[in-house]
Each structure stands twice: as C-alpha cells, then as structure tokens.
C-alpha cells in the first residue's frame, strides 16, 4: 500500500522563479493539504484541496496555488519566489473532509537562492 | 484564534526513562487532536490521533491523553530508547468541515543509550 509520495525530493530556484512540487496521496484517500514549515518551527497550513476545488485556505498569499486533478494527485505552485519561501513543502491526505487523520509525505526542501 | 504550545521545547533523557510531552491549546472546540513524529528534515509520522469525544489512545509504548476542557493534552513515552529520538509534534484540526491543522513547534527528544 502506497503511502503519500512528493516529488521532487529537493529544489534550487532563484528569486522570482515559479515552481510546481507534487503529491500522490495515500491509496483510497481523496483529500490533499499542503503545508509549508519553516526551520524550527511547525508546519503551517497553506490550503487544502477537496473534488478538485479548494476548500481551505490558510493565511498564504495568492502566489500560491494548487490544483487536485481527477486521480486525487495535486500540485502546488508558488510564483514570484521569494527568499523566505524557503522551506520543507509537505503534502498529507486524508479520507473526505470530516477530520479524518491525516498522512504525510516525505516533503520538498526548496530553497530559493 | 488557535494556537498550540509544546512544552518543553527540548527534552534529554537517559534510555530507559518514562517521560511526558506536553501540548497546549487555546481554543478547545477542536475536533480531534494527532501526534506526530518528525526526524530531522524528513516527513511527520502519525502517532495517535484522539476524537474530542475520546480521553486517551494508546500505541505500543505511546499513550496520548486529552482534556479539552483545559485545552490540554500528553504523550507519555514508556521506556524511552534512542530510536525515539525526533521531534515530536502535536496538531489540532479546528473543525468538522475542513481537515486543516494546527501545529505547535515542537519538543525536541534526545534518548542517550
């Protein structure tokens, strides 16, 4: 059984690039989130995607955006990249929206030079 | 607006050693609340997750407590082992509508053999 896969593993990009990370949820689940954690501290929450819409959106600005495709896979863009937009990027799923436990991938360390 | 506090931000320990984590939080109309387990620059691992409705959940050597009236909750770690060495994280996930958490900072666990 699959747990949530993300790709890739790790990024370099420069200030002002765009960048797409991606997610595979865990077989059977439907819903993913997004989370962007800082060095040191815990994992905020950026959105949180449900039937292919957003459902949730943390306190990010519109430079980031995602998308869940039909097979439940999503991906995270973020524009405009900035110096503090470095960070682990981490991706969970869960089962429907009703606050099920959620699962957590492996992450992307991005970092932005 | 939520918050959630970990105490101690760091733990040491001898292997061995029972010990407790503590968890924080403001607001107690949480839906649930989940443990998880971070090694360094890696993915969360989920640990336990408690309902509102619940008072405890034990895996194994873990057991997690939860008082929502006092916005309190514990993992208690029986016979520490250097493997258990990680940062442990504590989420709550506000409401029945959306799965997004919120997390604390962390405690920092080191086990010495």
């Known amino acids: 059984d699959a747990g949530v896969t993300q790709s890739p593993t790790h990024l370099i990009k420069t200030r002002g690039q765009q960048v797409t990370l991606r997610c595979s949820p865990k077989s059977g689940h439907d819903t993913v989130s997004w989370y962007q954690q800082a060095l040191g501290q815990g994992p905020q929450f950026i959105f949180q995607y449900y039937e292919e819409e957003e459902r949730q959106r943390g306190n990010f600005p519109d430079r980031f955006s995602g998308h869940q495709f039909p097979n439940y896979s999503s991906e995270l863009n973020v524009n405009a990249l900035l110096l503090g937009d470095s960070a682990l990027y981490l991706c969970?799923?869960?089962?429907?929206?009703?606050?099920?436990?959620?699962?957590f991938g492996p992450g992307t360390r991005l970092t932005v030079l | 607006k939520q918050e959630v506090t970990q105490i101690p931000a760091a733990l040491s320990v001898p292997e061995g050693e029972n010990l407790v984590l503590n968890c924080s939080f403001t607001d107690s109309a949480i839906y649930n609340l989940q443990w998880f387990r971070q090694d360094p620059g890696k993915g969360l691992t989920s640990l336990l997750l408690?309902?509102?409705?619940?008072r405890e959940q034990t895996s194994g050597r873990l057991n997690a407590s939860l008082d929502k009236s006092s916005g309190r909750s514990t993992l208690y770690i029986a016979a520490s082992q250097p493997g258990d060495s990680a940062t442990y994280l504590c989420?709550?996930?506000?409401?029945?509508?959306?799965?997004?958490?919120?997390f604390g900072k962390g405690t920092t666990l080191s086990v010495s053999s």
């Open positions: 408690i309902q509102s409705s619940q």
């Open positions: 969970a799923s869960s089962l429907g929206l009703a606050g099920a436990e959620q699962f």
């Open positions: 989420a709550v996930s506000l409401n029945q509508a959306g799965t997004a958490l919120i």
